[in-house]
């Protein structure tokens, strides 16, 4: 079965660096795009990031733009999430999100268990 599996989140200062990673399994990876999603407490999720299959298409939310890169490995079945530049308002609980198909278009019909990210001093 499909399997999405969130680690690297944590507690840093605001100006520090984290790297997410989503190990996938169960499916054929680069078949599917792969996003990155975050809900604050009292938010609504929102959509950080995503990957399309191949790796040639990307897309970020404004607000982390040329802070954030995501990334995949195929022969880790890995998607990364490099969060650079951090700010208190990154705090959140990730997921990563399997989409139904090779584009970010597509909706996201798997989820992972999410990991915790707060950045405060």
């Known amino acids: 079965q499909v399997q999405l599996v969130e680690s690297g989140g944590g507690l840093v200062q605001p100006g520090g660096s984290l790297r997410l990673s989503c190990a996938a399994s169960?499916?054929?990876?680069?078949?599917?795009?792969i996003g990155w999603f975050r809900q604050a407490p009292g938010k609504e999720r929102e959509e950080v990031s995503c990957?399309?299959?191949?790796?040639?298409?990307?897309y970020y939310l404004d607000s982390v733009k040329g802070r954030f890169t995501i990334s995949r490995d195929k022969a880790k079945n890995t998607v990364y999430l490099q969060m650079n530049s951090l700010k208190p308002e990154d705090t959140a609980v990730y997921y990563c999100?399997?989409?139904?198909?090779?584009?970010?278009?597509?909706?996201?019909?798997?989820w992972g268990q999410g990991t915790q990210v707060t950045v405060s001093s």
């Open positions: 169960g499916f054929t990876f680069d078949a599917y795009a």
């Open positions: 990957i399309s299959g191949s790796g040639s298409s990307t």
């Open positions: 999100a399997r989409r139904r198909g090779r584009l970010c278009y597509y909706e996201s019909d798997d």
